[in-house]
């Protein structure tokens, strides 16, 4: 047991295309808080959350001989669970979007712990207001801890554009809390 | 809460996996997925090339000292070759969308690349001779006399 919790995602990735299809449970186990705390950053429905990472997990589970092992795991299946959650958000479409120009003052300077601090506090209630081309990259970034590049890579962006997402989120974001706080 | 959804995703999803409901896709499949990719993608880029080669050659070839009337060159040139060419591209850029290296640089820029690469490539093609010679023998001369018979007429017989 103690030998398999140091075991990398990627090596562990190795072991269940061997056929040691048990093995699937400790990735599973690993990344399914995780992605449920994604997508209901983006879906805000804790139903059709659960939704998208059951169907996350068996989507990578099929093609588990695609992924690369020489990349990260965590890119892969994140990358796969957004495809999900994009495919449900398209087709309800109940996300208000603010228009992000008129919302944007480039002047602000925004601390990082508050925006981590508000995020933490009232994130779902500031995420859902933000379209979801800036939702992404901010829950990624402060929720889940993610680099410029793994956000790069799950969001198949550039890592400029990454950085000038969540500059312009954190500046929505700003708006949006002092709004509710007045 | 959270944790009895954790424990029913992880239920759910090991029963699939365990009771054979879901199977890995073998990795011949997304082998050939990426031959026929790459493939498709090369054919998409020749066709394109091509294409703009035979229209560079059709305009050239009426096109002596500029005087074309509009109106003759509507009626006379083949529009299915332009009008294939673009499609060609566009999906060959949709193909290529699909790869790693177009979104960790800039996109515009690879496509607007791919595009000059294409026009370049068939007016090399062109200036090489190859199409003088394409289009008095062997199988594609038919092609490359679509529409001479109309292009023809109004030059013998247009009286200015």
New interface residues.
Partial sequence: MENIEVVTDEELVLQV?QNN??L??KL??RY??KL?RYASYLLDD?DKA?DV??EA??KA??????FDTTKKFSSWLYRIAHNEAINIVEKTKKVIALDPESELDGGINVEDDFVKQELITHAQECLNQMAIMYREPLSLYYLDDKSYDEI?DIL????GTVGTRINRAKSLMKKLCLKKKI | MSKEKDLTIESQVMAKVLSGKVKMKPRWYFVLGSLLSITGLAGLITGATFLVNIMLFMLRRHGRGGQFRLQYMLDSFPLWIPILAVGLLILGIIVLKKYDFTYKNNFKLIVFGLITSVFLSAYLLDLSGLNDLWSTRGPMRGLYQQGRGKMLKPYFFDVR
């Fill in positions: 295309i299809k048990e699937y449970a599973i186990e399914q808080g449920m804790p659960t990472v059951q997990f068996i589970y099929i093609n588990l001989k695609s790069s198949r962006i550039p890592i």
